[in-house]
């Protein structure tokens, strides 16, 4: 049992979100289905077994595939982010733990280095490039050119577990 859980602090034991009132609980196995759906060419992040971090299914973004490493190297992201998620169908809840690491770039072509940084639990990292330049009127102005949010995953992860009636339950530690 860990300090936080002996504290009973709420801050930092967990983060709860219960689906909407009327919403019809589906079965795990639609939720799986609802969460591997949300995978998709353009999506920076991928749904995938999790059989191997002893989770039910795995959420991470997709640094190692070619044409994602290069957005995420020419960004200069430097942290990222993984969702493990275990499906627990008696009380129609999902818990997931958000994991992050701190990731260097080198060499051309880009390559990643995990740093020795991490952290666990719920939280948002999110990180903001602007450009200067000259707006039709001739005058200086801040165009945005690079925009990453950590939510930008768990937000369409968790919104699905609420849609199919389940709890969605973020975990500090690993008590799945």
């Known amino acids: 049992m860990g300090l936080f ?6 801050g930092f034991k967990e ?19 609802a969460l591997s759906g949300l995978n998709g060419p353009d999506v920076p992040w991928a749904v995938r077994d999790g059989t191997p971090e002893h989770a039910d299914l795995v959420a991470e973004w997709r640094l190692a595939e ?3 490493r290069h957005l995420f190297s020419l960004s200069q992201l430097t942290r990222t982010l993984r969702i493990r998620v275990r ?5 129609r809840e999902v818990r997931a733990i958000e ?7 080198y060499g051309d072509p880009p390559r990643m280095k995990i740093g020795h940084q991490a952290s666990r639990g719920p939280g948002r990292s999110w990180s903001k490039d602007w450009a200067v330049e000259r707006g039709p009127d ?6 945005e050119s690079f925009s ?8 369409p992860i968790r919104n699905a577990v609420l849609e199919q009636g389940w709890t969605w339950r973020s975990l500090l ?3 799945f």
């Open 5 to 10: 859980r002996l504290l009973r602090l709420p």
């Open 15 to 33: 983060e709860v979100k219960h689906p909407a009132e009327g919403v019809q609980p589906r079965s795990a196995e639609d939720v799986k289905a």
């Open 66 to 68: 070619p044409a994602f």
């Open 87 to 91: 499906l627990f169908p008696e009380e």
């Open 99 to 105: 994991e992050q690491w701190e990731v260097t770039w």
């Open 138 to 143: 001739g005058r200086r102005r801040l165009r």
């Open 148 to 155: 990453f949010d950590s939510g930008d995953m768990k937000r």
């Open 173 to 175: 530690s690993e008590d």
